[in-house]
């Protein structure tokens, strides 16, 4: 017996009209088209499945719309079934008041006492319309004589034991049990008739989908007569999470809980909780998420299916940071300063602006995750040794090896006395890689110099006038303060720039003059005013050649500095006679 049917055409094909207007303005010359989309024309189109549930006391009747026709203003539809008694045709209508919409349709006949026992009805779907009354080509069902107390909304777990009361007589010689539409081996249930037939006991399979609805059917096994199906019990089954492969997390970790549904359902009532906090399940679980509201570093660890509750053996611990793995590059740093370091990783411990060195704010950051190599800023301290520390509403941190703070201090010059452009080598605090300024007298300061060896820094002495000077080595904060650093004072003279000699003092156009002196560097020379170029400009020599343009005459040679701060012009006491 065929029982699915094809409807029948429910709407007529409408004729498909196009409308068209043009409308011609004479300013703008322009044709507007407007096109009228035509109804749809396609029926609707409706099967009858095989019913849910044939059991006396049970009645569940099945349809799938497989395609709907928005077009048809639709009155009403449902379920039409029908018995001849002699010649006489007995009807009956059930109509569903939710809409018609695409998909499964299931109704539950509110009158199964109506209907005898072995007896076949005829039943058919119906859709009303305004244009009038369609269905499809009746199908038949027998009502079956089982009786059945079906259980439903059951929350169920994998291995329970499902007790249905009714009336079964020998249920286990002429039906299977099946958990799903067919009598699929793979889907089989083994049961029991207990209680005299007036009740079947059976247990959820190990391989029944997890995370979702099921409905158990007790399925004839006559194959050569009509399908006699009812539903015993229907519920959603549990899923379960496994337990982590472990237990110690960084606190930026995703957690992974494999799950026994066989694909993502985010509707499996899965929820993961770490804690206190409770979160659905997911690939994407940031430990973070789960801890940032809580303190501690040890939290229980579980999840709910919607039903139970079940926490893992074991509390979930947050990794520490090693208190030995932080360590300081250079053998000491200064005040306000940045130097590198290697250490733990501050973004796997959520300790981003939360580090103190004595406690005052610094800043740490990690360059190469790989080699654990960064940067630290720190504040404005007094000489000493101290701890990083890195605290969060987790745990805190403090560091073993400890950073050794030494303010900029000068032990000794190579000079006491020195002309301009002079190189002058101190001794003190100063740290290979860093850059310092000289700063002499209350204005004057030289351009910044990198030290290339742990403990010496050499300087140039900037082009200023002479004079008995209170020298400092200083260096800028690097903190984000504008703050200048100062080392202790030292003695400096600063002798004035000379000129010892000009030779030859006889010369002729294109003939290469030599000036010695001290102090000279930067200096430009000038004869009668004009600025000579040079061939060599050295501290303590400068050479040029004699123009073709300078006239015969006797010159007093001069040098001038100008920096638009400090203009020192020197003179030498020869003069020189172009020839």
Do not use: W
């Not at 890195?390 to 006491?416: A, C, D, G, R």
């Not at 005459?553 to 012009?569: H, L, Q, S």
Request: aromatic share 12%; charged share 20%; hydrophobic share 35%.
């Amino acid at each position: 017996m065929n029982f699915i049917t094809v409807i029948k055409q429910i709407t007529r094909r409408y004729n498909i009209v196009f409308l068209c207007s043009s409308l011609i303005f004479l300013t703008a010359s322009c044709v507007k088209e407007e096109t009228v989309v035509p109804p749809d024309s396609n029926p609707t189109e409706v099967v009858l499945l095989t019913p849910e549930s044939n059991a006396g006391n049970n009645l569940i009747l099945a349809a799938e719309v497989r395609y709907l026709n928005n077009s048809d203003a639709i009155q009403s539809h449902g379920f039409l079934i029908e018995r001849y008694v002699g010649e006489t045709s007995v009807k009956k209508e059930y109509a569903i008041t939710t809409s018609l919409k695409s998909g499964r349709i299931t109704f539950k006949v509110p009158d199964p006492e109506n209907y005898e026992e072995g007896i076949y009805y005829n039943y058919r779907y119906f859709v009303r319309t305004e244009k009038g009354l369609y269905s499809t080509q009746p199908a038949r069902f027998l009502v079956s004589s089982l009786k059945v107390k079906a259980k439903e909304d059951l929350i169920l777990a994998v291995g329970e034991i499902i007790t249905v009361e009714g009336e079964f007589g020998n249920a286990d010689k002429n039906y299977g049990l099946y958990y799903g539409y067919a009598a699929s081996e793979d889907q089989k249930v083994p049961f029991e008739v207990t209680s005299s037939g007036k009740s079947i006991r059976f247990k959820v399979p190990e391989g029944i989908e997890q995370g979702n609805y099921a409905t158990f059917r007790l399925i004839s096994k006559d194959k050569n007569g009509p399908l006699l199906t009812a539903i015993v019990a229907q519920g959603f089954i549990l899923a379960t999470l496994a337990a982590p492969s472990t237990y110690a997390f960084y606190v930026d970790e995703y957690l992974q809980l494999p799950s026994s549904v066989r694909e993502y359902n985010e509707n499996a009532r899965l929820q993961v909780f770490i804690g206190n906090v409770f979160m659905k399940h997911s690939s994407y679980l940031r430990i973070y998420d789960f801890v940032k509201s809580q303190k501690g570093k040890s939290f229980p660890i579980g999840y709910t299916n919607g039903r139970d509750t079940i926490t893992f053996p074991k509390p979930l611990q947050l990794i520490e940071a090693d208190p030995n793995e932080f360590k300081v590059i250079p053998e000491y740093v200064h005040p306000g300063t940045k130097f590198d370091i290697s250490g733990p990783d501050p973004g796997r411990f959520d300790f981003y602006g939360y580090s103190t060195v004595g406690n005052k704010e610094a800043y740490y950051i990690l360059r190469d995750n790989t080699l654990k190599k960064g940067e630290l800023t720190i504040g404005d301290l007094p000489d000493g040794e101290y701890s990083l520390e890195m605290k969060n509403s987790f745990f805190s941190y403090k560091s073993n090896n400890k950073i050794k703070v030494k303010s900029v201090h000068v032990n000794s010059s190579s000079l006491e006395e020195c002309y301009p452009g002079d190189k002058i080598k101190l001794k003190g605090t100063f740290i290979k890689g860093r850059s310092y300024g000289l700063f002499i007298g209350p204005v004057q300061e030289s351009y910044y110099s990198t030290c290339n060896t742990d403990g010496e820094i050499m300087f140039e002495i900037p082009a200023i006038k002479a004079g008995n000077f209170q020298a400092q080595v200083v260096y800028s904060s690097e903190m984000g303060q504008r703050k200048t650093y100062y080392s202790n004072a030292f003695p400096l003279k600063v002798k004035a720039t000379v000129i010892n000699s000009v030779y030859p003092l006889r010369a002729t156009a294109g003939t290469l003059i030599t000036i010695e002196g001290h102090g000279m560097n930067g200096y430009k020379v000038r004869i009668a005013d004009k600025e000579i170029p040079h061939t060599t400009s050295q501290n303590d020599k400068i050479q040029f050649i004699v123009p073709t343009d300078l006239a015969k005459g006797k010159y007093r040679v001069n040098a001038r500095f100008f920096n638009y701060v400090i203009e020192n012009v020197i003179f030498a006491d020869d003069y020189l006679e172009i020839l």
